[in-house]
């Protein structure tokens, strides 16, 4: 097992057609407004940008994000990341009754020095910490949705 390594998969399930969760997720400069533990998340062109976060524990994650796949028709957006993270995120939105099943999944392998070096001790802390941040996404964007 590469203890650097992380899978995830989180489903929310929000009470808005998936055109607009889509239109709210394509905008990645917003999530600090909704999102607790997206501190920053700043454009530097079209299809990249970076972003800083801090969940649970008191470090911050830095990464660079690149658009990869942007299909607003298959309701798909998939970033490149690098930095702290280095590896892919990807929200699929699929309809579900009135509403929006979102599916978020991610594949990193950590790069903070830290991180590294309490791998194996710090692995269950380190899981917890990323399920408190969806946690708080997702309540903070279903509480968006509600307003928009």
Partial sequence: ?????????SVWRLDAPPAT?????????DYPRWWPQVREAVPVDGTEGTARFRSFLPYDL???????RRDPRARVLEVG??????????WTLTAEGTGTRA???QEVEVRVPLMRAFAVVGRPLFRVNHALMMRGGR??????????
């Fill in 1 to 9: 097992m590469d203890w650097h390594r992380y899978r995830f998969r």
């Fill in 21 to 29: 969760v889509y239109a709210v997720l394509e905008r990645p400069e």
């Fill in 62 to 68: 830095v990464v660079t994000v690149r658009a990869l």
């Fill in 81 to 90: 990341l690098g930095g702290d993270l280095d590896g892919w995120a990807r």
């Fill in 103 to 105: 599916l978020y999944e």
């Fill in 139 to 148: 309540r903070g964007l279903a509480s968006h949705l509600r307003r928009v």
